[in-house]
């Protein structure tokens, strides 16, 4: 599978020249194409496929939009009504809680790397019992909106599906049964939140942008409208003239909130567009400057979404495995500036940093670089008694660039325990390998 840049063309030139495919695409498209490239499709999902004869003639209309034309002039006005922006609010969330140690963690240091690993699945299992308490029924992720310049602003939940997606692909590294239902009940939500041709957006104030897009559309890639490329066009009329790709996806009849300011080409964005539709002539421009900025160490300011290196050395290195060989010729440049990050006792900075940097080395395989014990024994260290570990800044506007109003932060406990997750379990990997 190439990915969903040529899935529908490769569909069509086989058709036209196998007419036993033909045959099979017209009576089961479903399975003809599960075969033909080797997925397995969305089950909740119909596909039919029809014929044009020298006689007949098709035209497809798009589905009905999900909001009517009330709730579409809402949203163009948004960012201007305190009442419509509240709707984008939940729950108010709790103050921050302060960091916990775990003292049954402190004799750790003793076992060899079979006890440790068993240790790291116990913390694991907690770590996702957690989870499942704190996930919505329908599969959402919550996330708190708090404001970084004054504290005392009310912090609240949120819901967006580009954190549910975030979450989810950090989660799909483990196993383990309790994580594959919570990815499943995760990929119901995108489904549902999913607007056509198979866009995303963060607030329905704001126009879709590439960065959910992307993410929601590497969760559930198997959705017919993703496997099949429909976004596509749009993605990849959504660059600049360098061929990078911007965040917002903006059109005349969608929110216009970030027409005055809008983002050119961000490191994360374009790696997550570059893992979503692979490495193909229509994305090496992307891939060219992100190699550019890494190589020539130029990231510093680059981000106005995602606060440190570390997160953009981790979306890198994800569409790195996913999009191979693209990127390829950053690994060992990447396994240095990732290491080049820790402190004079080891550490990549906060338990969050942390954790997408022992993952991103795992993505290059640099894994065997660090003291995988040691770092396993630190994780188990700050995961507090529920199975959580602490609520640190993941993402928000890091420009600061409309005062106090705009010094937005996201972050929440249950994102922080999914990264965390994924990096013990590329951890105990190691020491079960070693064992």
């Excluded at 006005?77 to 509240?86: N, P």
């Excluded at 940093?353 to 770092?375: F, P």
């Amino acid at each position: 599978m190439k990915g969903p840049i040529d899935a529908t063309e490769r569909l069509l030139a086989k058709a036209a020249k196998d007419s036993e495919f033909r045959d099979r695409l017209l009576a089961d498209p479903a399975d003809a194409i599960e075969r033909e490239l080797g997925v397995m499709l969305d089950e909740v999902h119909e596909i039919r496929v029809h014929e044009e004869t020298d006689a007949v003639t098709h035209l497809v209309l798009p589905p009905k939009s999900k909001f009517s034309e009330e709730e579409r002039e809402a949203a163009r006005t948004g960012a201007a009504s305190l009442e419509f922006l509240k709707k984008t609010m939940y729950d108010p969330a709790p103050p921050i809680r302060p960091p916990a140690g775990n003292p049954a963690a402190a004799g750790m240091s003793s076992l060899d790397a079979g006890a440790l690993a068993k240790a790291g699945r116990r913390s694991i299992r907690r770590g996702l019992e957690f989870l499942e308490s704190a996930i919505d029924g329908n599969g959402a992720w919550h996330c708190i909106r708090f404001n970084i310049a004054d504290p005392d602003i009310p912090r609240h939940f949120e819901r967006p599906a580009f954190v549910s997606a975030f979450c989810a692909l950090a989660l799909e590294s483990s196993d383990d049964a309790r994580a594959r239902n919570i990815c499943a009940r995760t990929k119901a939500y995108l489904a549902d939140t999913m607007e056509y041709p198979g866009f995303w957006r963060y607030y329905r104030h704001l126009p879709q942008d590439l960065d959910s897009t992307t993410l929601c559309s590497l969760v559930i890639g198997t959705h017919p409208w993703i496997l099949l490329g429909r976004n596509v066009p749009r993605m990849l009329a959504n660059r600049d003239e360098q061929g990078c790709f911007l965040t917002w996806v903006l059109a005349a009849d969608e929110p216009g909130v970030v027409s005055s300011f809008r983002i050119e080409a961000d490191p994360v964005v374009n790696a997550n567009v570059i893992a979503y539709l692979g490495d193909h002539p229509e994305t090496r421009d992307a891939q060219r400057w992100l190699e550019s900025m890494i190589a020539e160490d130029r990231l510093d300011g680059s981000s106005k979404w995602y606060p440190d290196k570390v997160t953009i050395y981790y979306a890198t290195t994800r569409a790195m495995v996913r999009a191979r060989p693209a990127l390829d010729r950053l690994r060992p440049i990447l396994a240095d500036r990732i290491l080049g990050l820790r402190d004079p006792q080891g550490a990549f900075g906060n338990v969050l940093q942390t954790a997408q940097a022992i993952s991103a080395l795992y993505n290059i395989g640099s894994l065997d670089r660090i003291d995988a014990k040691r770092e396993v024994e630190r994780f188990m260290s700050s995961q507090r008694e529920d199975g959580s570990w602490p609520e640190v800044l993941a993402f928000g506007d890091q420009s600061l660039r409309w005062g106090a109003v705009g010094q937005i932060g996201h972050a929440s406990e249950s994102l922080t325990t999914a990264f965390c997750i994924e990096a013990l379990e590329r951890l105990v990997e190691s020491l079960e390998d070693a064992g």
